[in-house]
C-alpha cells in the first residue's frame, strides 16, 4: 500500500529523517524527457524486498530505501495528514498536480 503525504513537512527533514532511518539505496534524478524512462527503473528497483520509495513535490528525483519504518509514528501524523492507495499511479499523480506534499511507494 502506497501512503500519500498530505502535510507539510520540509523536504530536507523529511529526506534526512528516512536516512537515518533507513538505507538509502539510490536517488533517481531525472528530467521532463526521462521521467519515464527513469520512473519504470525506479519502480523496478522496488520490487526488491523491504524497499520503498519516495517522491517528492518540486523535486526531480525518485529516491529508494531499504528498511521497514512506520511512517505515521515517525513523522508523527494523524489520519488526515495522509491517504492510503493501492494504485501505483496514484502516488506521482498526486505529486505532480500539486495535491501532496511526498509518496511513499511500497510494492
Known amino acids: 500500500m502506497h501512503k500519500i503525504l498530505t502535510k ?3 523536504p530536507y527533514v523529511l529526506l534526512e529523517t528516512l ?7 539510490k536517488d533517481f534524478t531525472f528530467d521532463g524527457f526521462s521521467k519515464n524512462n527513469i520512473k519504470k527503473e525506479f519502480l523496478n528497483l522496488l520490487q526488491n524486498k523491504n524497499y520503498f520509495g519516495l517522491y517528492m513535490k518540486n523535486v526531480n528525483k525518485f529516491y529508494a530505501f531499504k528498511g521497514n519504518i512506520d511512517i505515521e509514528k515517525i513523522f508523527a501524523l494523524s489520519a488526515c495528514d495522509y491517504e492510503n492507495t493501492n494504485d501505483t499511479d496514484e502516488p506521482f499523480t498526486m505529486i505532480d498536480m500539486g495535491k501532496a ?3 511513499f511507494i511500497n510494492l
Not at 19 to 24: G, M, P, T, V, W
Request: charged share 45%.
Open 101 to 103: 506534499e511526498a509518496s
Open 8 to 10: 507539510w513537512i520540509e
Open 19 to 25: 536516512k537515518k532511518e533507513c538505507e538509502l539505496i
